[in-house]
């Protein structure tokens, strides 16, 4: 737009100058307009990493064994789900820009997806009912914080569990496995992020995606924004050469654009689990039962199939529960 003001501008001044005097000629070409960029973009971005390195002390599968689920509306005194369900309402922290997991319905304003639907069952498993929910939508760096202070019950939203984030809240039994992956414009010539050093690649703040990027033996240029849909714009303004994060989300951005492609194998594991506070051990168990229970009777699948899975249905992450 910038560029055609301009224009008009040079044009109007040719005009004006056969009824004045004549206006000196603009030197050289007329610059091009930068696009502008997300708010909040850094570029580079220095992520915060491990001394030495990602802390692997861990297993990231490994949870808190389940407890027995309760009937719907008859929580344990003073547990937890007990709070909860005195309160009304399941507050979850969740994504409203990860097309698929956790996205806005442009038709009816909702928020849908496979994550919110993996918090409905929680919701059910409290009240019998899967609509008291109340979803509180946060960006990647914003999803510890808001567990640790109490804004939110729990987090979902395709958030990977490691050790060094088990040092600041639990998290439930995995749910999804993941694992990142590269997502680039149909016609670029790189076949993974071995093939972009020096080269700009996107990904969400506070996420293990922008770590990995920075810590990549290939050495490209992290740049990080506030939600992932940024960093779609980013790439098709060209000024990005690639998006990398978890398959799952790539999936759905590419969905969304048609002129990128899925480049080069996964590069990491990316296993999904639900956030809570560290002091609420009991709503970890809680809802282990509840992944348990959906795991078994096929409506973990059911939500799989319906967000995720037009060819076909893995078999649920593997478990280990301890403690």
């Known amino acids: 737009m910038k560029r055609l003001v301009v224009a008009v501008a040079a044009v109007s001044a040719l005009a004006l100058s056969g009824c004045g005097s004549a ?40 949870s808190l064994t389940p407890s027995t689920l309760p009937a719907p509306g008859s929580m ?10 005195q309160r009304g309402q399941l507050i979850v922290g969740v994504d409203q820009n990860t097309y ?17 639907d993996i918090a409905r069952e929680v919701a059910r498993a409290i009240f019998g009912d899967p609509d008291r929910v109340r979803w509180v939508a946060i960006t990647a760096a914003q999803r510890i914080p808001d567990v640790q202070n109490g804004t939110v019950d729990m ?12 040092k600041q809240v639990r998290f439930s039994s995995i ?6 992956r590269v997502l680039v414009p149909v016609t670029s010539k790189a076949g993974g992020i071995e093939d972009l050093g020096g080269k700009k690649v996107c990904a969400a703040a506070g996420s293990t995606s922008i770590a990995n990027i920075a810590a990549a033996k290939s050495k490209p240029i992290p740049v990080s924004v506030a939600d992932w849909t940024d960093c779609l ?19 759905g951005l590419q969905a969304q ?39 078994s009777n096929g409506r973990w ?10 060819g076909g249905v893995p078999s649920p992450p593997r478990v280990t529960f301890e403690g």
Not at 100 to 116: C, H, K, M, Q
Not at 239 to 245: E, F, G, P
Not at 272 to 291: E, S
């Open 23 to 62: 206006a000196a000629p603009v030197a050289g070409p007329v610059p091009a307009a930068s696009m502008p960029q997300p708010k909040g973009v850094a570029d580079p971005a220095k992520p915060a990493t491990a001394t030495g390195g990602a802390d692997t002390s861990c297993d990231p599968y490994a």
């Open 76 to 85: 344990p005194p003073g547990s937890t789900m007990a709070k909860i369900r």
């Open 100 to 116: 698929l997991f956790g996205y806005r319905d442009p038709a009816t304003g909702n928020i849908v997806g496979s994550d919110i």
């Open 155 to 166: 987090v979902v939203d395709t958030m990977t569990v490691n050790c060094d984030r088990l």
């Open 175 to 180: 749910y999804y496995d993941a694992g990142q």
């Open 233 to 251: 714009v980013m790439l098709q303004q060209n000024q990005v050469d690639a998006i990398s994060t978890d398959d799952t989300i790539l999936n």
């Open 257 to 295: 654009d048609p002129q990128t492609k899925l480049v080069g194998p996964a590069f990491t594991d990316e296993p999904y689990g639900i956030a809570i506070a560290k002091g609420n051990t009991d709503f970890v168990r809680f809802v282990n039962a509840v992944l348990q229970k959906i795991h």
């Open 301 to 310: 699948a059911e939500i799989y199939r319906t967000w995720l899975g037009p």
